[in-house]
């Protein structure tokens, strides 16, 4: 069932352990540059990170408590029940927009 009219999860029913470990994957990659998400949702992100073993300063660099142009985890409005993820562009790419 979901918590809204477009199948979006409500915040309670969030599963941090699982969105840490797809950001963790896609950082993995190489390919990203940023993934945005809500200020007022770093905290359960940072903790979740932490559970899964990053070191605190790695947590702390990678999703900081003030937003840097350096940190993997960036600050978007309205960001509660999904994620935006940019990706790098390909070194082939001339006409890339990023």
């Known amino acids: 069932q979901c918590a809204t009219r477009w199948c979006r999860p409500g915040l309670a029913e969030i599963d941090w352990h ?3 470990l797809l950001v963790s994957a ?4 190489g390919a990203i540059r940023q993934i945005f998400l809500d200020r007022r949702l770093h905290d359960e992100l ?10 605190a300063d790695e947590v702390q660099r990678l ?21 935006h ?4 562009c390909d070194p082939g790419v001339t006409d890339c927009g990023g």
């Open 85 to 88: 993820v940019r990706f790098a």
């Open 26 to 29: 896609l950082r993995s990659t």
């Open 46 to 55: 940072r903790e979740a990170a932490r559970a899964a073993g990053v070191p």
């Open 18 to 20: 699982a969105t840490w």
């Open 63 to 83: 999703i900081p408590p003030v937003g840097t142009s350096a940190a993997l985890v960036l600050h978007a409005d309205r960001h509660t029940r999904h994620i």
